[in-house]
């Protein structure tokens, strides 16, 4: 069984910092695209940052120069730095990842979300 574990949310001030985990376990045989995504109330959700296997790189407009994505392959373990925070950037945030499954087809899974919340 595949899990994505995420951790790191929580409340911060507005300008202040979070960094968030995310990883995967179970009988995964290859790592593809790791990324997280967000959904604030009454919002759709949208893709913040993404990084490929090869490490390109996407950010959201929204967060470009502010948050950073990076992995660490030996662990599994995807992060995102978040700086320069500000209430806009509440929300529910997704971890995902494009995995190689051992007896399964390659598909995408989900982390269980982690609240972040910027407020004063």
Do not use: H
Request: proline content about 3%; aromatic content about 10%; hydrophobic content about 35%.
């Amino acid at each position: 069984q595949v899990q994505l574990v995420e951790s790191g949310g929580g409340l911060v001030q507005p300008g202040g910092s979070l960094r968030l985990s995310c990883a995967a376990s179970g009988a995964i045989t290859s790592i593809y695209n790791m990324g997280w995504y967000r959904q604030a109330p009454e919002k759709q959700r949208e893709l913040v940052a993404r990084i490929t296997s090869g490490g390109s790189i996407n950010y959201a407009d929204s967060v470009k120069g502010r948050f950073a994505i990076s992995r660490d392959n030996a662990k599994k373990t995807a992060f995102l730095q978040m700086d320069s925070l500000t209430p806009e950037d509440t929300a529910v945030y997704y971890c995902y990842a494009d995995l190689g499954v051992l007896g399964r087809p390659r598909d995408d899974y989900w982390g269980q979300g982690t609240q972040v919340t910027v407020s004063s």
